[in-house]
C-alpha cells in the first residue's frame, strides 16, 4: 500500500473528518489515479484511506478515518446500502431521488439519481472511477434497479484527469422518463438533460411554491431559468392562471411544454420564452408588465469563491430587475445554487438589489436543497443551494444619501 505523508500541522482537517487533501498539503508520496493510498501526518500517524488523484489540486479524497478499515467492494456495497437506506427513512414525496450525495454519503465523487426504474449516475473523482464497477453492482444490488445510465460528462472530470463517458452501463431503452414529484408528472431525459436529468434539489421548493402562490392568490408567473418547467408546473398547480417559462435552452423548453401538458395545464395560458432572463427582465419592464410571482433560480455563477465578486453583480442585477417587476405584495423566490456565495453573502446582494430597485421585502421563508442532497457537519463545503421567499412591500422613499466625505 502507498503511503502520503502530510506536511506538519496539515493534519488538522483530516483530524477533524474533513475528506480532501489538497496539494500543497502534501509533502511526499504519489500513487496512480484514483489507487488507495494511506494517508499520514509528518510523524507517521495514521490518519485516513483514500483515493489519490495526481492531476487534481484535491489530491486525495479520503474513503475512510478507521486505521481497520478496508477500501475494496464490501466497503462500497456497505456506504451506498446506507446511503440508499437513509433515503427510505426520508421524507420524500417523489420516486425521483437523489440516491447518493457525494461526500455527504462518504463517496466522494459520486452521485446517483433513481429516477422511477432508471439510475443516472456521475464518476466525479479518480477514485470514484476506479472503483466503478464495484459501484455499479453495489447500486444495482442495493435498490433492486436494472437500468444505469452514466452521465460523466461533467466539467469536474477533467480536473481530474478524466475523459468524459455516457450511456447505458445496464439496460437500454428510452432515455425520456416520467417521474412522479408531490401530485405532479414530471418528464426528464436522462440522455439529453442537464446533470443527471433534473434537478431534483428544488423538489421541496417547488411544492412551497405552490403553497405560496395559492395562499396570495398569485395569477400572473414569471418563472426565469425554468429548465424542464418545475416551478411552472408547481405555479399552475397552486392556481396561477398565466405562467411565462424563460430559458435559454430549446429542448428544455420543449420538456417543459410537455410538462404542463402531462398535468393539465398545456393550455393558452402556457407561455415559453427561448431567451436570456437578464435580457426578458429588462424587456418586460420596458413594456410595462407586472407578475404577482418571480422565480429567479439562475445556473451557477459563481463556481468557487474566487468568482463570487463577478457573481454578486450577476445575482443582483436579476433581483433588482425582477423586485421592480413584481406587483406590489407579490411573491419573488430567488435562489443561488454557488457554492462560492454562501447564504450570509446572498442576503447581502439580495438587499443591495432591493436598495438599488426603491423596494423592501419581507423575508418569508428560507429555503434550501432537499433532505436527499444532505449536508454534513464534518463538511460543510457540501452546502449549496440557498434561497429566499420574499414578499414585496408597499413602495418606501428613497434610500438616504450616503454622508458626504
Ligand atoms: N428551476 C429549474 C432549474 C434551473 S437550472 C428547475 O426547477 O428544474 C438553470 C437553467 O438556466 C438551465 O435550464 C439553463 O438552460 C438556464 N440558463 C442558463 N443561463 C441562462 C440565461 N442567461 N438565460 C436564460 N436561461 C439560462
Given at each position: 500500500m502507498k503511503s502520503i505523508r502530510l506536511r506538519d500541522g496539515k493534519e488538522r482537517s483530516l483530524l477533524r473528518r474533513h475528506p480532501w487533501v489538497f496539494q500543497g498539503s502534501v509533502d511526499k508520496g504519489g500513487a496512480d489515479s484514483g489507487e488507495t493510498v494511506r494517508v499520514q501526518a509528518h510523524d507517521g500517524r495514521f490518519l485516513a484511506w483514500g483515493a489519490y488523484s495526481p492531476r487534481s489540486m484535491i489530491r486525495v479524497r479520503a474513503w475512510s478515518f478507521d486505521e481497520a478499515e478496508r477500501i475494496d467492494e464490501a466497503f462500497f456495497a456497505q456506504r451506498i446500502q446506507a446511503a440508499v437506506a437513509l433515503r427510505q427513512r426520508l421524507p420524500i414525496s417523489s420516486d425521483g431521488v437523489r440516491l447518493v450525495h457525494g461526500e455527504a454519503d462518504g463517496v466522494p465523487g459520486l452521485i446517483a439519481d433513481r429516477y422511477a426504474d432508471t439510475l443516472s449516475v456521475q464518476f466525479l473523482s479518480a477514485g470514484a472511477e476506479r472503483w466503478r464497477e464495484a459501484i455499479v453492482a453495489a447500486l444495482l444490488e442495493a435498490t433492486g434497479i436494472t437500468r444505469l445510465y452514466e452521465r460523466s460528462d461533467s466539467g469536474v472530470r477533467g480536473l481530474e484527469g478524466l475523459a468524459e463517458r455516457t450511456g447505458w452501463v445496464r439496460g437500454e431503452g428510452a432515455t425520456e422518463i416520467v417521474i412522479r414529484e408531490h401530485e405532479w408528472q414530471l418528464g426528464l431525459d436522462?440522455?439529453?438533460?442537464h446533470k443527471t436529468g433534473f434537478y431534483l434539489d428544488q423538489r421541496d421548493n417547488r411544492q412551497h411554491f405552490a403553497q405560496w402562490v395559492r395562499r396570495l392568490g398569485c395569477e400572473r408567473v414569471l418563472n426565469c431559468y425554468s429548465y424542464t418547467g418545475g416551478f411552472s408546473v408547481a405555479a399552475r398547480a397552486g392556481g396561477a392562471k398565466q405562467v411565462v417559462s424563460v430559458d435559454s435552452s430549446a429542448p428544455a423548453l420543449q420538456q417543459a411544454r410537455a410538462n404542463l401538458a402531462r398535468n393539465g395545464f398545456g393550455d393558452q395560458q402556457a407561455q415559453f420564452v427561448d431567451a436570456d432572463v437578464n435580457q426578458t427582465l429588462r424587456d418586460n419592464l420596458k413594456a410595462g408588465q407586472q407578475y404577482d410571482a418571480i422565480v429567479l433560480d439562475p445556473p451557477k455563477f459563481a463556481p468557487s469563491a474566487s468568482h463570487a465578486d463577478r457573481a454578486a453583480r450577476a445575482y443582483k442585477d436579476i433581483n433588482r430587475l425582477a423586485l421592480k417587476l413584481l406587483a406590489p405584495g407579490g411573491l419573488l423566490f430567488t435562489f443561488s445554487c454557488s457554492g462560492g456565495v454562501g447564504a450570509e453573502l446572498f442576503h447581502k446582494i439580495v438587499a443591495g438589489a432591493g436598495l438599488d430597485a426603491g423596494v423592501n421585502a419581507a423575508i418569508v421563508q428560507r429555503l434550501e436543497a432537499a433532505c436527499d442532497h444532505p449536508t454534513t457537519i464534518e463538511f460543510p463545503e457540501g452546502e449549496y443551494l440557498k434561497g429566499l421567499a420574499l414578499i414585496k412591500l408597499a413602495a418606501q422613499g428613497p434610500a438616504p444619501a450616503a454622508p458626504a466625505g
Amino acid at each position: 500500500m502507498k503511503s502520503i505523508r502530510l506536511r506538519d500541522g496539515k493534519e488538522r482537517s483530516l483530524l477533524r473528518r474533513h475528506p480532501w487533501v489538497f496539494q500543497g498539503s502534501v509533502d511526499k508520496g504519489g500513487a496512480d489515479s484514483g489507487e488507495t493510498v494511506r494517508v499520514q501526518a509528518h510523524d507517521g500517524r495514521f490518519l485516513a484511506w483514500g483515493a489519490y488523484s495526481p492531476r487534481s489540486m484535491i489530491r486525495v479524497r479520503a474513503w475512510s478515518f478507521d486505521e481497520a478499515e478496508r477500501i475494496d467492494e464490501a466497503f462500497f456495497a456497505q456506504r451506498i446500502q446506507a446511503a440508499v437506506a437513509l433515503r427510505q427513512r426520508l421524507p420524500i414525496s417523489s420516486d425521483g431521488v437523489r440516491l447518493v450525495h457525494g461526500e455527504a454519503d462518504g463517496v466522494p465523487g459520486l452521485i446517483a439519481d433513481r429516477y422511477a426504474d432508471t439510475l443516472s449516475v456521475q464518476f466525479l473523482s479518480a477514485g470514484a472511477e476506479r472503483w466503478r464497477e464495484a459501484i455499479v453492482a453495489a447500486l444495482l444490488e442495493a435498490t433492486g434497479i436494472t437500468r444505469l445510465y452514466e452521465r460523466s460528462d461533467s466539467g469536474v472530470r477533467g480536473l481530474e484527469g478524466l475523459a468524459e463517458r455516457t450511456g447505458w452501463v445496464r439496460g437500454e431503452g428510452a432515455t425520456e422518463i416520467v417521474i412522479r414529484e408531490h401530485e405532479w408528472q414530471l418528464g426528464l431525459d436522462v440522455a439529453q438533460g442537464h446533470k443527471t436529468g433534473f434537478y431534483l434539489d428544488q423538489r421541496d421548493n417547488r411544492q412551497h411554491f405552490a403553497q405560496w402562490v395559492r395562499r396570495l392568490g398569485c395569477e400572473r408567473v414569471l418563472n426565469c431559468y425554468s429548465y424542464t418547467g418545475g416551478f411552472s408546473v408547481a405555479a399552475r398547480a397552486g392556481g396561477a392562471k398565466q405562467v411565462v417559462s424563460v430559458d435559454s435552452s430549446a429542448p428544455a423548453l420543449q420538456q417543459a411544454r410537455a410538462n404542463l401538458a402531462r398535468n393539465g395545464f398545456g393550455d393558452q395560458q402556457a407561455q415559453f420564452v427561448d431567451a436570456d432572463v437578464n435580457q426578458t427582465l429588462r424587456d418586460n419592464l420596458k413594456a410595462g408588465q407586472q407578475y404577482d410571482a418571480i422565480v429567479l433560480d439562475p445556473p451557477k455563477f459563481a463556481p468557487s469563491a474566487s468568482h463570487a465578486d463577478r457573481a454578486a453583480r450577476a445575482y443582483k442585477d436579476i433581483n433588482r430587475l425582477a423586485l421592480k417587476l413584481l406587483a406590489p405584495g407579490g411573491l419573488l423566490f430567488t435562489f443561488s445554487c454557488s457554492g462560492g456565495v454562501g447564504a450570509e453573502l446572498f442576503h447581502k446582494i439580495v438587499a443591495g438589489a432591493g436598495l438599488d430597485a426603491g423596494v423592501n421585502a419581507a423575508i418569508v421563508q428560507r429555503l434550501e436543497a432537499a433532505c436527499d442532497h444532505p449536508t454534513t457537519i464534518e463538511f460543510p463545503e457540501g452546502e449549496y443551494l440557498k434561497g429566499l421567499a420574499l414578499i414585496k412591500l408597499a413602495a418606501q422613499g428613497p434610500a438616504p444619501a450616503a454622508p458626504a466625505g
